[in-house]
DNA sequence: CAACCGCGTGATAGCGCTGTCAATATCGCT
DNA sequence: AGCGATATTGACAGCGCTATCACGCGGTTG
């Protein structure tokens, strides 16, 4: 009957109390908010529990407060830099809060998606930062029934579950296209690995930029299911010379394609941008360092994590968040690969950064 | 006096117990083991917690069963992307496990390490996984007091906290500098930037090479305390021009410095490998599609956290570990960017991949 | 044929903490 | 001095689950 009672040496705020003093109850309050304890007590509750090492249990704490102080994360991939970046804006902006993060990784699948999120809910997280627009009409209902603050991340779409925050991917890759066709670029292909949504969405924005300038052709896109890698945006760009041989620009879904097609441009001998111009998206750190510089989309990937933090944090605390859904915008960061000199012949200087055009 | 009785709608262990006709234990006997209930009242369990939608509690059942599936997981960086190839590893062999990961960012500091572990002490974590082996005093205390069973990867030490994966970074760079000497190369410089152990160890490695050949020569070493980056790599590199003008080759701590120093050579018309040797550490995948393909010293990241997954779990699971201590060795990728063309010119074909020296 | 074993099941008593309400101490003001 | 208002503290009863022990039952053993 029963269990055996508690071990010896176990330091549970009854020591504590004991010990400062007080009763259990004023030592978990100062624990949880210090003001409302008197001066007094403060600094005996806080030398007894540093004597005793006192370390609070979080699963008392949750089960006693039915709230817990977990923030669930679902990305799609670890691997990919984008991901690491928002996730860096994320941890950094709970650094320091009484928040831990819970990270789970969906590999851009929408059923790994829903399984991790019922994974969640036994947590009682306190809010969801979840990547897309995408999901199951059962992974809803679940995030409805984790009744707690959710941020969707990375794109903009009409039917925000609660909070938002992102750009329009389709917009981005229209004004690369815009760019490219303002340099006088015609035959601009498209390269794209893996198509998750987001890089669906931009094939759609360069599909609306080609047709409305009267320039689309399906033989000038070529993608493939396989993740996205520097290797493959060489191969991928061989295929698309194959299939477009008057090729005379590429849009790259993302910058490891782009510097794939460089690598590949520098094998042929092919003069980037004289012969070809590259675009590539996301604005990775070693597009301007390339020789030429790389020409890419600038998304602003760290704000977007931070952002997200906080406003899951205003939310979850209570305090009104002005804006439900935040629009980050892009940039096309113009550089050597796709500014074609006409006329006056200026090149940018190695280590310069055109200046962007802000959408 | 108390509070206020159980809302209605919600659905414990002992609802579903109530509609399946058993008692509370038996449902909790159930969904920690169903082989220990009859197959008669597993079915009859079975659809009454369907049926109610039951989510377990993992407070409660943390709080009355003393213990977690936490792992608690420390690397010091979520942008570099030698830690996303670990982490992968990692989430991979957790996946369909019972076990959640707990993921914390030390950002390369040792005391951010000892509170972000005090933290995790106060999950009670099954298990935890740390980066390196340069923890502090405090750090080893707490990691104790957690009395969970522990991995160190990354690197190989003479005194594990418990268990230990990596390979020596001493041993790999050495491998890479006797490569470098073996193919003629005398003026061998050294880029690093962060200097975390891990570079600082590389270096050493670098010196007892260049020692033991009688080449050692401090103004060949440029290094730099802040983050690396491709930039970073072109810049270091002409400083370590500037320094050595006579340099023939240069070993850089990771990839992205390699990347780096070889655009800069692309900018300074520096023939690769002819004037100029380049030789990386990691073999990130863009290094093989280079023009010209980047040596690099290949390390197994995702291997490494998948075993360190697998150790965690036979330990915690109570199954003896064979290797408490496992080298994971590595392997110098010879690619055109150090193959020196002597007598017989013969470069590698581009998309190929040079024979391995396996240590 | 009694003693024994082991399986499946159940009753009981907490795990360590906090929500709720009550009690007391302190304070400002008329 | 007397009053209500405000800060500070405490008592109590759980939060939802599991460890532990107890028990009934059929089958095995000497």
Redesign the pocket.
């Given at each position: 009957?029963?269990?055996?009672?508690?071990?010896p040496g176990?330091?549970?705020?009854?020591?504590?109390?004991a010990l400062a003093?007080?009763?259990?109850?004023?030592?978990?309050?100062?624990?949880?908010n210090p003001?409302?304890?008197?001066?007094?007590?403060?600094t005996r509750i806080e030398s007894a529990a540093k004597e005793l090492g006192?370390?609070?249990?979080?699963?008392?704490?949750a089960?006693?407060?039915?709230?817990t102080e977990v923030i669930g994360v679902l990305i799609p991939s670890l691997t990919n830099n984008v991901f690491s970046d928002v996730l860096r804006g994320i941890y950094d902006a709970f650094e320091g809060s009484r928040y831990s993060i819970q990270l789970a990784n969906t590999r851009y699948s929408v059923l790994q998606e829903e399984r991790l999120l019922r994974l969640f809910l036994m947590q009682k997280p306190a809010g969801l930062i979840v990547t897309g627009l995408d999901q199951t009409a059962e992974s809803r209902l679940i995030i409805q029934a984790a009744d707690c603050p959710v941020v969707q991340i990375m794109e903009l779409g009409a039917e925000p579950i609660d909070m938002m925050i992102g750009f329009s991917h389709v917009d981005a890759c229209f004004a690369a296209i815009s760019h490219l066709l303002a340099q006088g670029c015609r035959r601009i292909g498209f390269i794209g690995a893996r198509m998750d949504p987001r890089v669906q969405r931009r094939l759609q924005g360069y599909q609306n930029a080609m047709k409305e300038a009267g320039l689309f052709d399906p033989r000038l896109i070529v993608t493939a299911p396989v993740p996205t890698s520097t290797t493959m945006g060489g191969s991928l760009f061989s295929d698309l010379l194959m299939k477009a041989p008057d090729l005379d620009a590429v849009f790259c879904a993302n910058d490891d394609l782009a510097l794939g097609v460089l690598f590949e441009c520098q094998r042929r001998h092919i003069a980037v941008p004289e012969q070809i111009a590259i675009v590539g998206f996301n604005d990775m750190e070693f597009m301007a360092a390339a020789v030429p510089t790389l020409t890419s989309v600038r998304t602003n990937r760290y704000e977007m994590g931070r952002r997200a933090a906080t406003m899951i944090m205003d939310a979850v605390e209570g305090r009104p968040v002005a804006q439900r859904v935040v629009d980050l915008g892009f940039e096309v960061i113009e550089r050597q690969s796709s500014t074609l000199q006409r006329g006056t012949a200026n090149p940018q200087p190695a280590s310069g950064r055109a200046a962007g055009t802000k959408w």
């Open positions: 009957m029963g269990r055996k009672r508690i071990e176990k330091v549970r705020l009854t020591e504590v109390a003093g007080v009763s259990p109850i004023t030592v978990s309050r100062f624990f949880r003001a409302t304890v008197s001066a007094a007590r403060r006192y370390v609070p249990n979080l699963a008392a704490r089960l006693a407060s039915q709230r």
